[in-house]
């Protein structure tokens, strides 16, 4: 199932730990939030959800030091936040596995619950309405757990985002963790990217659930995040929707693809062609793990801890066949769509990325040419799998919380 490569990558390139903006300003008119609520109130509609875009036009480089005001330990009114100070709420969103995307595949139209948790500043978190929060999407193989790695001292990222002010909303996907599993190939990326879209709204609205505590925050700004496959989830959202306020691409590109992801995609596929395997060994049918599993180190790391990858690989998961079988020719939907999004865009990409080497995070950047601003970002030392990699640090996270900062604290 190979990926196809369309066209010359561009000539500009970043490889540094700030930020290289590549900003425009569109005179762009932005949803008023009470057509969002009213949008929220029939699933049914072609509700919208915005994205984020990106855009490559006059180049200028902004270094970490001039970067506008760091979130790095900084609650929204300048005060530090302590590890006692994060709270995580596990949650649940009753979603509806339907594709109204602009990505054409099947989909079996039931109702299933996805679940996770809503970590952030304990204060904040007992709002109301809180300002704002990222919705992230993890990555085939992976889960939750990508995003609250718990196995390790100092890799949980939600946490670390708590600790700089800022809410995150992590899940398992659905198929994954602690989430409905459909049969395997019931799923697949555009009914991927509506139920992101469902998430997005629900967030909004305050329409999920919360346990124990009851209590649902409604969110006015929503920032969809997403990892490598979850990375392309989001992008699809984007362009389909448009009930979002910045979008966040991170080890992902649609025409910058190595031969492994060649190789891991095909096999993937020869697994699927003779029906899956069943989660758990006798659960839904129609999953198949993406790579042999004797080759996910190398395919996921470049500086790694031992004990890291160990623990990490042991909680690696086989992937819907649905989502195998359709990420590869969403990718000329997305080479059309991509340039239509007017959000924010930013940008990560790994140095070392075994699966989208460099230099994808400025090809990829280039393609948002509608975007109000695009931001890109590529980390020498990391691997594909950035939240796990030994470079990984709070200081790390700097370009991407300084710029969180500016969309939803704006």
Not at 91 to 116: I, L, Q
Not at 135 to 161: I, K, P
């Amino acid at each position: 199932m190979p990926f196809p490569h369309y066209g010359p990558t561009p000539r500009a390139t970043c490889q540094c730990a700030a930020p290289c903006h590549f900003r425009l300003e569109n005179n762009v008119s932005r949803s008023d939030s009470s057509v969002k609520r009213r949008l929220r109130s029939s699933r049914s509609g072609l509700a919208v959800i915005a994205v984020v875009a990106l855009l490559l036009g006059t180049t200028s480089v902004l270094n970490a030091a001039t970067s506008p005001t760091s979130a790095a330990a900084a609650n929204q009114d300048g005060s530090s936040i302590k590890a006692n100070d994060v709270t995580s709420l596990p949650v649940s969103f009753e979603v509806e596995n339907v594709n109204r995307s602009k990505v054409a595949c099947a989909s079996d139209g039931a109702t299933y619950t996805v679940r996770g948790h809503i970590v952030g500043p304990t204060k904040e978190l007992r709002r109301k309405t809180v300002n704002g929060a990222t919705l992230y999407l993890h990555g085939l193989s992976f889960g939750e757990f990508f995003w609250d790695f718990a196995q390790a001292q100092n890799y949980n990222f939600a946490t670390s985002q708590a600790k700089a002010g800022q809410v995150s909303v992590v899940i398992d996907r659905l198929g994954y963790g602690s989430s409905d599993k459909p049969e395997g190939n019931s799923i697949c990326v555009g009914s991927r990217a509506d139920i992101a879209h469902q998430i997005v709204l629900d967030l909004r609205a305050g329409s999920y659930e919360v346990t124990p505590s009851g209590q649902t925050p409604e969110f006015s700004r929503v920032v969809l995040a997403g990892h490598s496959y979850g990375g392309q989830i989001a992008q699809v959202a984007a362009y389909s929707f448009g009930d979002i306020d910045g979008l966040v691409v991170i080890g992902y590109a649609d025409r910058v693809q190595s031969q492994l992801l060649r190789d891991n995609s095909a096999y993937a596929a020869t697994v699927c062609a003779s029906g899956g395997l069943r989660v758990g060994g006798a659960g839904p049918a129609g999953y198949a793990p993406f790579g042999p599993p004797e080759g996910a180190a190398a395919a996921l790391f470049n500086s790694a801890e031992p004990a890291v990858q160990s623990a990490a690989l042991q909680l690696l998961t086989i992937d819907p066949c649905g989502d195998t079988a359709s990420f590869a020719s969403a990718v000329a939907v997305d080479l059309v769509n991509v340039p239509s999004i007017e959000v924010p865009v930013l940008i990560i990409a790994g140095g070392r990325d075994a699966l989208f080497p460099v230099p994808a995070g400025p090809d990829q950047a280039s393609l948002y040419t509608g975007a109000q601003s695009v931001d890109q970002v590529t980390l020498p030392t990391f691997g594909h799998a950035v939240t796990l990699e030994y470079a990984y640090a709070p200081s790390a996270l700097r370009p991407l919380n300084d710029w969180l900062q500016k969309v939803l604290r704006r």
